[in-house]
């Protein structure tokens, strides 16, 4: 199945005063997922429940960003991300995902837990949009998904690098900023000269 026919271009929408939450195992196996997650994923709870997380990884997301993930998580830190999602028919939904690690009476990390809200739909058409479209292009542009990955990851680090903020500066002034201009030029002009 191609790439094109694993998704139908149709957007869902959920309430502002809802709350996507799922939780995961260590090797990001879901364990828990409230209604809301059933309901927009278009899967039953018993269709999840077990299922790697990737049970709704939509293509246009790039690997980069899961990368980033699942180091913060596993170096024992929480990680806000935009991310879209697939449901079952194909339709997507997107997100705003602030994904933390659960830990056990000793300190260790047993599992991980993701609430998501509502995102500002001017950041992700703004800024996310044609962020991960330059991520994605520099991924399939290499025939070896490892080396598409790390060429992707380099490419985000040198535009962080290059405006001096950190991820998760980036991902804060996105929410700070009501014209989002700053960061539409870091997504749309020198992610180009960077990819
Ligand atoms: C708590 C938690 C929540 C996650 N939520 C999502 C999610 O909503 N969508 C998604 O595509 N991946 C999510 N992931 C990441 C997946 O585990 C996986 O890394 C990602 O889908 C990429 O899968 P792939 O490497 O098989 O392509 C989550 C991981 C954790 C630990």
Redesign the pocket.
């Given at each position: 199945m191609t790439r094109e026919l694993q998704t139908t271009g149709v957007e869902r929408f959920f309430d502002s005063n809802e709350i996507?939450v799922?939780?995961?195992d260590l090797?990001?196996r879901?364990t828990y997922a409230n209604q809301v997650f059933v309901k927009l994923a278009g899967f039953t709870e018993q269709e999840l429940l077990g299922q790697?997380?990737?049970?709704?990884?939509?293509p246009d997301?790039p690997?980069a960003v899961?990368?980033l993930?699942?180091d913060t998580?596993e170096a024992g830190k929480e990680i806000f991300a935009y991310?879209?999602?697939?449901a079952k028919n194909g339709d997507h939904y997107w997100?705003y995902?602030h994904?933390?690690p659960s830990f056990g009476p000793s300190g260790e990390i047993i599992?991980?837990?993701?609430n998501?809200r509502v995102p500002d739909h001017a950041i992700i058409d703004n800024v996310i949009v044609p962020l991960y479209a330059q991520l994605c292009d520099v991924e399939r542009a290499h025939a070896n998904a490892k080396e598409g990955m790390k060429a992707s990851v380099e490419a985000v680090v040198a535009l962080l690098q290059e405006k001096g903020v950190s991820y998760d500066e980036f991902v804060m002034s996105l929410g700070q900023d009501p014209k989002y201009a700053p960061a539409a030029v870091i997504a749309g002009d020198e992610m180009r000269s960077v990819a």
């Open positions: 996507i799922s939780k995961t090797k990001g879901i790697p997380h990737s049970i709704i990884r939509h997301m690997r899961f990368k993930l699942w998580l991310v879209v999602n697939r997100v995902a994904v933390t599992g991980y837990h993701s998501r």
